[in-house]
Each structure stands twice: as structure tokens, then as C-alpha cells.
């Protein structure tokens, strides 16, 4: 397998390991209760999604309504301590994927329905639901939202060694890209002390990546 740490950036995995302890405190600081209806996602992403008979965000936001009311926090706990994050993940990209083909009949591309599934994980990592385990397996299982802003991150942390000059969430076409690209964050963040999740947090809070 190959070996990427040689062309992991110095500069940035100081930075990024020097974030780590305030990334931290984003996670779980605020009450599922008080949770707004916006279930992380903005509207940049659901200005791509054009000529619908439904409005995007209508869409997303019911079944996100519904997926939160159906969230057991001891249960989902019990699963990810063994094993089940895919599981779950992969539970709740299909059936975002069933809900928006009954609105819309069409589906959604893979790069948005990955995208919006990792936006709602990363949105419910956010929340307290008074179980401090479940805020730490979604920490230590959750992925990286893969748009713009994370896979150019990406690029940097690996010294610009990924033939990429303007990555963006299109990019990721199918699977086999999306499954490489939250290895080589994997690899990136884990060196440094860091998750897939924190990563993502990170890249958000940097003003640049070069």
C-alpha cells in the first residue's frame, strides 16, 4: 500500500494538530433540543440543484425532521461502538435517496446525496444528547463533507501533490473517489492526532489553503 506521510504538508499538520483541542469543543455544545430546521446545510448547496418540482431544501428538511425524531441516542451508541457507522451511513444515504425520487422523481447524484448525508452528520455531531459516548464515536467515525473547501484543504495538507487545481463536490462521481478521498483525509488527520470529522471542521475554519 502506498505510503503518503512523506508528502504530508509540516505546516499545515502543526496548524491543524494546534487546532484540535477548540475543534473539540465545537462538538456536542448544543442542546439536540434547541436544534434549528436547517439540519446544516445552506443554500449554496441547494442553489446547484435546479429545475426541481420541489424545493431542495423542503425536500432535505422533512426527511431530516423525520430521521432526527427517529434518532434512539442509546441505540445509535450501542451500534457505532460496534462497528455500525457504514451501516448507519450508508441507511441514511438511501433513504435520502428514496424520498427525493418520491419528490422529485429523479435522484440525486452521488456527490450530493454523500454530501448532504455528511452535512447532516456533521450538523448532529454539534449537538448535546446527553450521551458524551455517542458525541465521541461520531468524532471518531463520522466522514468529511467532500466540497470545495475540504478537498482543496486536502490538496494542501498533501503539498499539493493531487493533480487538482479547482476541486470541487462534483468531482465526486462515484464511490470508488469518494472512498479514496476519506482515506487520504484519514490518513492526513489520524498522523496528527485528528479525525475525518475534526478535518472538516478544520477546513472550515481556515481563511486559506495554500
Same mark, same amino acid.
Given at each position: 500500500?502506498?505510503?503518503?506521510?512523506? !508528502?504530508? %504538508? *509540516?505546516?499545515?499538520?502543526? =496548524?491543524?494538530?494546534? %487546532?484540535?483541542?477548540?475543534?473539540?469543543?465545537?462538538?456536542?455544545?448544543?442542546?439536540?433540543?434547541?436544534?434549528? +430546521?436547517?439540519?446544516?446545510?445552506?443554500?449554496?448547496?441547494?442553489? &446547484?440543484?435546479?429545475?426541481?418540482? *420541489?424545493?431542495? %431544501?423542503?425536500? !432535505?428538511?422533512?426527511?431530516?425532521?423525520?430521521?432526527?425524531?427517529?434518532?434512539?441516542?442509546?441505540?445509535?451508541?450501542?451500534?457505532?461502538?460496534?462497528?455500525?457507522?457504514?451501516?448507519?451511513?450508508?441507511?441514511?444515504?438511501?433513504?435520502?435517496?428514496?424520498?427525493?425520487?418520491?419528490?422529485? $422523481?429523479?435522484?440525486? /447524484?452521488? &456527490?450530493?446525496?454523500?454530501? #448532504?448525508?455528511?452535512?447532516?452528520?456533521?450538523?448532529?455531531?454539534?449537538?448535546?444528547? =446527553?450521551?458524551?459516548?455517542?458525541?465521541? #464515536? #461520531? =468524532?471518531?467515525? +463520522? $466522514? %468529511?463533507?467532500?466540497? /470545495?473547501?475540504?478537498?482543496? $484543504?486536502?490538496? &494542501?495538507?498533501? /503539498?499539493?501533490?493531487?493533480?487538482?487545481?479547482?476541486? /470541487?463536490?462534483?468531482?465526486?462521481?462515484?464511490?470508488?473517489?469518494?472512498?479514496?478521498?476519506?482515506?487520504?483525509? =484519514?490518513?492526513?488527520?489520524?498522523? !496528527?492526532?485528528?479525525?475525518?470529522? #475534526?478535518?472538516?471542521?478544520?477546513?472550515?475554519?481556515?481563511?486559506?489553503?495554500?
Amino acid at each position: 500500500m502506498l505510503d503518503i506521510q512523506p !508528502y504530508f %504538508s *509540516v505546516k499545515h499538520g502543526k =496548524e491543524f494538530a494546534k %487546532s484540535l483541542p477548540n475543534l473539540r469543543k465545537e462538538l456536542g455544545c448544543i442542546p439536540f433540543a434547541e436544534h434549528d +430546521s436547517g439540519y446544516g446545510v445552506g443554500g449554496d448547496t441547494f442553489r &446547484a440543484l435546479r429545475k426541481l418540482q *420541489v424545493p431542495p %431544501s423542503k425536500v !432535505y428538511q422533512d426527511w431530516a425532521a423525520i430521521t432526527c425524531k427517529n434518532i434512539n441516542p442509546r441505540l445509535l451508541s450501542k451500534s457505532l461502538a460496534t462497528g455500525g457507522f457504514q451501516d448507519w451511513h450508508t441507511m441514511l444515504a438511501e433513504s435520502l435517496q428514496q424520498r427525493w425520487i418520491s419528490r422529485q $422523481n429523479e435522484p440525486l /447524484s452521488f &456527490a450530493h446525496q454523500h454530501k #448532504l448525508i455528511d452535512l447532516f452528520v456533521k450538523w448532529l455531531s454539534r449537538h448535546d444528547f =446527553e450521551n458524551k459516548k455517542l458525541t465521541k #464515536l #461520531l =468524532e471518531l467515525h +463520522s $466522514n %468529511s463533507a467532500l466540497d /470545495s473547501r475540504v478537498l482543496s $484543504n486536502l490538496n &494542501a495538507c498533501l /503539498s499539493h501533490a493531487l493533480p487538482l487545481t479547482k476541486p /470541487s463536490m462534483g468531482d465526486i462521481h462515484c464511490r470508488e473517489t469518494y472512498d479514496f478521498c476519506q482515506k487520504l483525509i =484519514e490518513s492526513f488527520a489520524s498522523y !496528527y492526532g485528528g479525525t475525518k470529522l #475534526l478535518f472538516d471542521y478544520f477546513s472550515w475554519k481556515k481563511i486559506g489553503n495554500d
